[in-house]
């Protein structure tokens, strides 16, 4: 194997499948990268694999003898990281799967391990894919990964729930304190003609629902968001993974197992108040008053329909007290109501819009915010008990 590349390429490539390189491997291989370098056309593919997740990208590059061969992650990016912007060469002419690189400032040499016992990624193949808007799937990914749980012991609500229709997707996520819900309709803003051509092609590959690791999804939020607009993204279910492609770039990741619990059923079918108000004032606010809050990272919301004005306060026995007013279209009676102030902040960061409106009922009942116009989005966070 030998080819010739720039530095920078190579570098932007190693770090992106390196993502999805075992910090604690169950086999020396999965330690490494797995380099193929092809003639016709001339490519370079990168591939990393922990079993789990894996991060495949392939970028133009001059080949001169074509071969496979995987190197040790963390030297090989070390390495290239280093080296000066221009063309680095590498090659294995030295054989015994040692590779040298090349570049005008000197020259290395890493040893690696063969590609036969680098297991393969789960392949897209043609005609059985849902072909979806890149665009579409990243707002779905923004208003569910922030409710996503951390809590291990309870796997299924430690993804996302993905919802795909043929002409609409769903995602949801929930760690028990909060929910968040996306609905987004990816043909909305194209043509009548190519909507309907879309709907018709989507409809054909049928409709699924998978739970998907956050971690991967994570990845893949940070990948798509480099790409352009209008791009599509492949999607396929194979035998437990879920496998998404676009460009010269595919992640592949398990699926979580076990039923995803029925989420609509938290959301109230109506409420007795609700508070039209700034998303960024009420932000801007909850952060400023945040340095004061304690462990309990409780905040305090006194409602007040007369004033049409809503009093945040934290009060803390150790660090002090704040109190902050903002103006709000209020409707409904007084209320006193407490939230994880984390909680809280994470759910206003996601909504899109200036505007906002917050639906509730009682000080210990389900709140629900939601952006006015925009994508439709549902965020949901349970209330904590006041303290006497």
């Given at each position: 194997?030998?080819?010739?590349?720039?530095?920078?390429?190579?570098?932007?490539?190693?770090?992106?499948?390196?993502?999805?390189?075992?910090?604690?491997?169950?086999?020396?291989?999965?330690?490494?990268?797995?380099?193929?370098?092809?003639?016709?056309?001339?490519?370079?593919?990168?591939?990393?694999?922990?079993?789990?997740?894996?991060?495949?990208?392939?970028?133009?590059?001059?080949?001169?003898?074509?071969?496979?061969?995987?190197?040790?992650?963390?030297?090989?990016?070390?390495?290239?990281?280093?080296?000066?912007?221009?063309?680095?060469?590498?090659?294995?002419?030295?054989?015994?799967?040692?590779?040298?690189?090349?570049?005008?400032?000197g020259r290395y040499q890493v040893r690696g391990m063969s590609a036969e016992e680098f297991p393969e990624l789960p392949s897209i193949e043609e005609g059985e894919t849902n072909q979806l808007s890149a665009a579409a799937f990243i707002d779905g990914l923004k208003g569910s990964l922030v409710a996503c749980s951390q809590d291990e012991s309870k796997q299924v609500l430690t993804g996302v729930y993905l919802k795909v229709e043929p002409d609409r997707l769903e995602f949801a996520a929930t760690d028990g304190h909060r929910l968040g819900i996306v609905e987004v309709y990816p043909t909305e803003t194209e043509t009548p003609e190519l909507a309907s051509e879309e709907q018709a092609s989507s409809a054909s590959k049928g409709s699924f629902e998978v739970t998907v690791p956050a971690k991967a999804l994570r990845e893949l939020e940070k990948m798509l968001g480099s790409g352009q607009e209008g791009d599509k993204l492949a999607v396929q279910l194979e035998q437990g993974q879920v496998v998404f492609g676009w460009g010269e770039r595919k992640l592949t990741t398990r699926t979580l197992e076990g039923k995803y619990p029925d989420y609509r059923l938290l959301i109230p079918k109506q409420f007795q108040r609700q508070i039209t108000l700034d998303r960024k004032q009420l932000l801007t606010a909850l952060e400023r008053i945040a340095v004061l809050s304690d462990q309990t990272n409780l905040v305090k919301f006194s409602i007040n329909s007369e004033t049409q004005s809503i009093d945040i306060s934290v009060d803390s026995q150790d660090r002090g007290s704040g109190r902050e007013s903002l103006t709000a279209q209020i409707s409904g009676e007084q209320l006193d109501i407490a939230f994880n102030i984390k909680y809280l902040m994470d759910g206003l960061k996601t909504l899109p819009t200036q505007e906002i409106t917050i639906s509730l009922n009682g000080p210990l009942e389900p709140v629900i915010l939601t952006p006015l116009g925009g994508v439709k989005m549902t965020y949901l966070v349970m209330p904590v008990q006041l303290r006497n």
């Open positions: 194997m030998k080819f010739v590349c720039t530095q920078h390429d190579l570098n932007i490539n190693l770090a992106l499948v390196s993502r999805a390189v075992s910090t604690r491997p169950t086999h020396p291989v999965l330690a490494n990268i797995k380099i193929e370098a092809t003639s016709n056309p001339d490519l370079i593919r990168l591939t990393g694999f922990d079993l789990s997740l894996g991060i495949q990208t392939s970028f133009m590059a001059q080949v001169d003898d074509e071969g496979t061969l995987t190197l040790p992650a963390k030297l090989l990016n070390d390495i290239v990281a280093k080296l000066p912007s221009g063309e680095i060469t590498l090659d294995d002419e030295a054989g015994e799967n040692l590779i040298t690189i090349t570049s005008a400032s």
